[in-house]
T-cell receptor, first 115, second 109 residues
């Protein structure tokens, strides 16, 4: 059963704590993306990766870090430097590295809440 | 700066009442426009990709059209299960998508 999985579905973070959000895909897609969604706002790109061991910052990368050690996995760490991390986090992947040739498909999301 | 604006922010219709959602964009040279559907608490679900002005695509009660400045998502005889937030996005650069804020559609039975 092919698709994108994200875990956990809900995550609670204390002030000053780093947390890691998991994203796995078994679609054999080259490119993977992390977005953040806040109420009433469009999705904003945090980081993206076109190939294993390579990734680029998106529009709001400050306070976040990623790794791409395997094609299937693209975990996102929300560090204590992220001042307002409460949001809905979405992972996406696409077969083609070029956006105009590859539709992005999304996972189910992780809702992160800072206590 | 590339920008996507969706209107209205929210739309409430009766079952069977057809209408259209708007996505206006500014970009130097459009290379693709995407429509997604998002249910509450879930990830967006891909609907359509449009590449050039005049292009149209259909899926069940939904039809997406594209001009040089905007795209419309027409919904014909909607049902309550069509209630969702509809997102529009354009391609920026080689890899990035720029999203609008979405239109929240509610279909009352």
């Amino acid at each position: 059963d092919g698709g994108i999985t994200q875990s956990p579905k809900y995550l609670f973070r204390k002030e000053g704590q780093n947390v890691t959000l998991s994203c796995e895909q078994n679609l054999n897609h080259d490119a993977m993306y992390w977005y953040r969604q806040d109420p009433g706002q469009g999705l904003r790109l945090i980081y993206y990766s076109q190939i294993v061991n390579d990734f680029q910052k998106g529009d709001i990368a400050e306070g976040y870090s990623v790794s791409r050690e395997k094609k299937e996995s693209f975990p996102l760490t929300v560090t204590s430097a992220q001042k307002n991390p409460t949001a809905f986090y979405l992972c996406a992947s696409s077969f083609d590295r070029v956006a105009s040739r590859g539709t992005q498909y999304f996972g189910p999301g992780t809702r992160l809440t800072v206590l | 700066e590339d920008q996507v604006t969706q209107s209205p922010e929210a739309l409430r219709l009766q079952e069977g009442e057809s209408s259209s959602l708007n996505c206006s964009y500014t970009v130097s040279g459009l290379r693709g426009l995407f429509w997604y559907r998002q249910d509450p608490g879930k990830g967006p679900e891909f609907l359509f990709t449009l590449y050039s002005a005049g292009e149209e695509k259909e899926k069940e009660r939904l039809k997406a059209t594209l001009t040089k400045k905007e795209s419309f998502l027409h919904i014909t005889a909607p049902k309550p299960e069509d209630s969702a937030t509809y997102l529009c996005a354009i391609i920026q650069g080689a890899q990035k998508l720029v999203f609008g804020q979405g239109t929240r559609l509610t279909i009352n039975p």
